[in-house]
């Protein structure tokens, strides 16, 4: 038999209102601040991500599902959206049409990850892009959507950590004390850590070893190093997180595992989710759309994902969704009556009502059964001598209430079920 590829989840019928509570969350509040929704291709030109993410991240480096076409095109399915994002707002010359593009997204993504409980190989992510603007304002607008979204959920066991890995050139003041500082305790680290040193040296403080942990502990840190401009804006997103009453920790090792980040970064984490703790990250990247080959233009954004949220969501036990009840079920009581059950069902779902009925010639027991257990409101009657004599009967199955509705006037039967109680 052949399965779902290892990493990968079937969102089945059961779990899919809970997407739908999620989706539409999102798509308001990302509304409520304006921002409009983006959709780019599921895969793009390998080079768009190792370019945008960064040649010596793990993602570019041992993660992405890369293949060639059949015109032999190196192609990727995306791990994320920002580079994406980027590419379509050069490709499409937003940046003209007006200064400061906002823009959300909802979206599966593709990692080659060890899958694990809140990490998938196909996972999805929603998230958000400003781009054409230095103001850190719209830093802290991003993580306040991202707190507002976990906390319309219910989610409580949330912790926002910020950090600001400044500009490139005091980024790379730091990374020269970082050097300097490991040259001698350099062959105390883990492997892992060695070839980080020597490619992307900041992704130490990633490290969950202890003896790397023990080494960076003592390490400087890039806060430290930060020239005025990136610690201005630093303490300008604080002051504004601080007014909207939205907790935070300065965690001067938040490093984030994507290359394109400049200043504000954040991640928002939750004590209840296992080691897969981040729900959501992001942060500024001042130079990004400039790489991608558009116009200097600074930018900002973050991303969270949805199967992590979920899961959050399921151990805190909030988002109780409840499945919507059927409107009516309709009882066919002689066989030779489908044609007439088919007929009414139409015209009531015509009419916005939810309705189902027997396909299967069960018998009036079965499908009172069948009622019951889709959690019908409402039962109909179709057949008997009734409706020999022109009439349906209209069952509540609350109340245990029947009334005589006759069978041509489906519209009092569409008022009595769309009314019923009001
Ligand atoms: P990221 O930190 O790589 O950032 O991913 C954002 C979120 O996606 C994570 O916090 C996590 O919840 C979820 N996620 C990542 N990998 C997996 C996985 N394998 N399985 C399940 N969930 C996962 C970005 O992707 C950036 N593009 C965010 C951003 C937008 N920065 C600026 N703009």
New binding site residues.
């Given amino acids: 038999m052949i399965k779902a590829i290892t990493g990968t989840k079937d969102i089945l019928p059961s779990d899919i209102r809970k997407w739908y509570h999620l989706e539409n969350l999102v798509r308001k509040v990302f509304q409520n601040y304006n921002y409009k929704e983006i959709r780019t291709p599921v895969f793009e030109e390998t080079a768009l991500f190792a370019r945008g993410i960064g040649e010596e991240t793990d993602i570019v480096s041992k993660e992405m599902y890369t293949f060639k076409d059949r015109s032999d095109t190196s192609v990727t399915l995306k791990p ?3 580079a994406g994002v980027v590419r379509a707002f050069i490709e499409h010359s937003l940046g003209e049409k007006q200064p400061l593009t906002k823009v959300f997204y909802i979206s599966p993504m593709f ?1 080659q ?1 060890r899958p694990q409980a ?4 196909q ?1 999805h ?1 929603f ?1 958000a ?1 400003a781009l054409g603007s230095s103001s850190p304002l719209l830093d802290a607008e991003m993580i306040e959507m991202a707190y507002e979204i976990l906390n319309r959920l219910g989610l409580n066991d949330l912790t926002v950590k910020i950090n600001s890995l400044g500009t490139p050139n005091s980024r790379e003041v730091y990374k020269n004390e970082l050097r300097k500082y490991l040259s001698d305790t350099k062959d105390k680290l883990t492997a892992e850590s060695q070839i980080r040193f020597e490619k992307n040296i900041l992704r130490i403080f990633d490290s969950k070893a202890e003896q790397d942990q023990q080494i960076m502990n003592k390490a400087p840190l890039l806060i430290d190093y930060l020239d005025n401009e990136s610690k201005n804006d630093f303490e300008i997103v604080k002051n504004y997180l601080t007014n909207l009453n939205i907790p935070f920790e300065v965690d001067p090792k938040l490093v ?3 290359d394109y980040y400049t200043k504000t970064t954040f ?1 928002i984490i939750s004590g209840k989710v296992g080691s897969q703790s ?6 500024r ?1 001042d130079l990004l759309v400039e790489e991608l080959g558009g116009k200097p233009t600074h930018s900002v ?5 949805m ?2 949220i979920l899961l959050a969501c399921e151990n805190e036990e909030v988002l109780n969704v409840p499945e919507p009840s059927l409107d009516v079920y309709l009882v066919r009581i002689d066989n030779d009556l489908f044609i007439k059950v088919s007929e009414i069902s139409s015209a009531l779902r015509k009419n916005d009502l939810i309705v189902d009925y027997d396909y299967l010639a069960r018998s009036v027991k079965a499908q009172m059964r069948e009622a019951n257990k889709m959690n019908a409101r409402f039962v109909l009657f179709v057949g008997g001598d009734e409706y020999k004599n022109g009439a349906l009967i209209l069952k509540n199955l609350s109340t245990g209430e029947q009334e005589k509705i006759k069978s041509e006037d489906i519209n009092f039967l569409i008022n009595r079920i769309k009314n019923y109680g009001s």
């Fill in positions: 994320e959206m920002t990692r990850e809140g990490r998938l190989r996972f992510q998230g892009e984030r595992g994507l991640e981040s729900l959501c990250g992001g942060g990247y954004g973050f991303a969270a994902g199967e992590r």
